[in-house]
Every structure is written in structure tokens, then in C-alpha cells.
């Protein structure tokens, strides 16, 4: 099929094999996939309906589902509609998992030219970075049912090497949450995600940072607990957490 290109890049990241994709498609609408996860069938399918049909838009997804050794479940969303079909704000919908995935979502081209290409100084959060620079300037085209799957293989946090100067900080939406209080509590839980994961690590000075940066009125209580823990203490908590997923019993902090 002439139609189809195929573009590589040499070991740069996935940042930038996306903006290079990007830079060179032709089409009217970018869908991103990553290796080793699935689209079902229909998924192109029912993302092309909706573009038809919510077509004041330019920003469009489906929902998810997350494969891991334990099993296959649906990705946690906030405030869905009860339509099929139904545009929505990012961050309203955003407060457990991030609407907008890498799986999931097709942008018309004019978005790559608004909001700019991925950060490829970033090599964890990247995703969610340029999600958020989205949602402060669309609203999405909701296809309100699963079309796609994730497999994620999650690393053990005590082990893990870990630098939070590769992490998106969020530090570039101060201005701009200010304004948009929805905005705020959504990516205040993502800082609360990465101070976690800051103080296990020993990185004390990013920690005080995000931690100074989150309204605790836009954290559950739990998470408020989590993070005045010590560090040895949520190692335990996530050690344990993972025996309890071997079991099929799925908790989370959200």
C-alpha cells in the first residue's frame, strides 16, 4: 500500500520518533500506538466516527484497558458521560488516569502546530506533559467505550534508577492552572504521583518542591497520609501492594 511510510530514528527516544512521524505525515489526523500494545479491530473505526461526528473538535480518544502479569482491566477514568459519544474536558475526566493516552488518541494536524511537539528533554511523563498542554487549549471528542490495550510491565520502585530531573514537573503550568481550578486538583495528583516517587528514591529536595506545590484540599485523605510517610514505609506499602495484585486484589491510591 503506497500510502503507508515508514520513518526510523537511531535510539533518540520516543519523544522524538513521534515528532519525526509527525513532521512528515500527510494525513489530516495523527493516531498514536506504541510497540507491544493493541487496537482492537474497530478502534480506528469508531475514533473516525467520532471525528464525523463531533467534528467542531480536533482532539479525539477511546478509552483503555490495562493488560499486566496479574491480568486484563479497564483503565480508571473520573466524571465519564453516559453517552456514547460526548466531548469532554480533559482534566475533569483525568483525576485517576489520564484520559488521553498514547494508545488511544488521533489529534488533527493543527494541534502539532498549536501546542508544539512532544518534549524530548523528557524521557518519563512525556506523555502526560503533552496530554496536559492539550487539554489547556482543547476539548476532547470522547468515544465513551474500550478499544485498545496497554501492557505494562511495572518495575520494582526500590530498585528501579530513578532521576526526577528526566520527569515532567508540571512547573510550566503554574500560571496557567491558576485560572483553572479543575486543572489544578488533576495535575496536583500527578505531582502528588511524583513526590511519592521522589521521596522513595532519596530525592528530598524535589519532594519539599511538589509537595509545597499541591493544594492538599485537591488530595483524598489517604493521599494526604501517603505523603507524610517515610520513605522505607512506602516501599513496604508498595511491596505490598504488588503481593496483592499476584491475588487479584487491585488497590490504588486514587
Given at each position: ?168 514537573n508540571f512547573e510550566r503550568f503554574i500560571e496557567m492552572e491558576r485560572e483553572n481550578p479543575i486543572a489544578k486538583k488533576a495535575i496536583d495528583i500527578n505531582r502528588f504521583s511524583l ?60
Open positions: 500500500d503506497n500510502r503507508i511510510r515508514i520513518f526510523t530514528t537511531e535510539n533518540q527516544g520516543v519523544s522524538t520518533a513521534r515528532n519525526v512521524a509527525m513532521r512528515h505525515a500527510s494525513g489530516m489526523y495523527f493516531a498514536f500506538m506504541d510497540a507491544d500494545d493493541y487496537w482492537y479491530p474497530q478502534h480506528l473505526e469508531k475514533l473516525h466516527e467520532t471525528i464525523l461526528t463531533l467534528n467542531h473538535l480536533s482532539v479525539f480518544t477511546t478509552l483503555l484497558e490495562v493488560e499486566t502479569a496479574n491480568g486484563i482491566y479497564p483503565a480508571h477514568y473520573s466524571n465519564l458521560p453516559d453517552t456514547i459519544m460526548e466531548e469532554v474536558d480533559l482534566f475533569k475526566t483525568s483525576m485517576a488516569h489520564v484520559l488521553l493516552s498514547a494508545y488511544t488518541t488521533a489529534i488533527h494536524k493543527s494541534v502539532f502546530t498549536n501546542v508544539g511537539p512532544f518534549n524530548e528533554a523528557l524521557s518519563n511523563g512525556e506523555d502526560t506533559e503533552y496530554w496536559f498542554r492539550i487539554g489547556f487549549n482543547y476539548k476532547i471528542g470522547l468515544y465513551n467505550r474500550i478499544t485498545a490495550r496497554h501492557t505494562f510491565v511495572p518495575g520494582s520502585l526500590s530498585n528501579r534508577k530513578f532521576n526526577s530531573r528526566n520527569f515532567c513526590a511519592l516517587q521522589c521521596k522513595i528514591h532519596g530525592d528530598r529536595t524535589t519532594f519539599k518542591r511538589l509537595a509545597q506545590q499541591i493544594d492538599k484540599s485537591n488530595l483524598l485523605p489517604k493521599q494526604r497520609f501517603l505523603l507524610q510517610l517515610p520513605a522505607f514505609f512506602l516501599i513496604r506499602l508498595q511491596q505490598f501492594k504488588n503481593y496483592l495484585e499476584k491475588k487479584n486484589i487491585r488497590l490504588g491510591a486514587f
